[in-house]
C-alpha cells in the first residue's frame, strides 16, 4: 500500500485517469455496436449514419490514446468496407 504522499496522490490520480479512459472506451464499443447492428440489419443508410457517428468517438479514442491510432484507422476502415459490400 502506498506510504508516501506522493505515492498516495499517484494513487488517487490513476484511478481518476482509469475511470475517464473505462467511459472513453466503453462510449467507442457503444458506438461500434451500433454500426455493428445496423450492419446485421441489412440496412446499409442506417449502418452508414451509425459510421458517420461512430469515426469520431473511434478517433477520439484514439487522439486520448484509449485506442492506438493504427487500431483505430484499422476499425473505421474495415466497417467502412463491410458497409460498401453491401
Partial sequence: ???????????????????VNRARMSR???HMRKVEQA???GDKAAATAALRAAEPEIVRGAKSAVLHSNTASR???RLA???AKM
Fill in 1 to 19: 500500500m502506498a506510504n508516501s504522499l506522493q505515492a498516495k496522490k499517484r494513487v488517487r490520480q490513476t484511478a481518476r485517469k482509469t475511470a
Fill in 28 to 30: 467507442v464499443r457503444t
Fill in 39 to 41: 450492419i446485421a440489419s
Fill in 75 to 77: 476499425k473505421v476502415s
Fill in 81 to 83: 468496407q463491410r458497409i
